[in-house]
């Protein structure tokens, strides 16, 4: 089993590798799982220039931003479809933000992966149509994990 970790990293604080890191040594360690960690491979295969500039890119030179983040686009969802089998999403005020989580949910949707969802607001906020996406909801990490222990 792969899940691919939806949610938001331009603008988390932490880039969103925080939780992303301890859901991924907890599905390895305790399920035996692996995870795709988009956070952590954002820039894997960018030349150094691109690296270096493509965030100031965004606000000064979009002819030169648009491909870097069309690399990036390509790559993210190449994993989500072709190599994952599920999804585990923090839904916060940071992804509100973005819009590359909202397209991730949707796409896993329409390709028929469970998406598993952790709220980091209350249910409420959420978009009625990133809840339409889900298969199931859970108020924290710790409801996840015991989810997923018992699927083992």
């Not at 870097?68 to 940071?94: G, P, S, T």
Request: aromatic share 12%; net charge negative.
């Amino acid at each position: 089993m792969r899940f691919y970790l939806a949610g938001a990293i331009e603008a988390a604080p932490d880039a969103g590798t925080v939780w992303r890191h301890q859901i991924s040594q907890f599905l390895k360690t305790s399920c035996g799982w692996d995870a795709f960690d988009p956070s952590q491979h954002e820039q894997d295969f960018l030349s150094e220039e691109e690296k270096s500039n493509f965030r100031t890119w965004k606000s000064t030179d979009t002819q030169r931003f648009r491909p870097v983040m069309k690399k990036i686009i390509d790559r993210d969802l190449y994993q989500l479809l072709q190599k994952c089998d599920a999804v585990i999403c923090l839904w916060d005020e940071h992804v509100i933000q973005g819009a590359g989580t909202h397209g991730e949910l949707t796409l896993a949707y329409e390709h028929q992966l469970p998406v598993y969802l952790v709220l980091g607001m209350p249910l409420e906020k959420v978009s009625s149509w990133i809840v339409g996406c889900t298969t199931e909801i859970f108020q924290n990490f710790e409801e996840l994990k015991q989810y997923l222990s018992s699927k083992v």
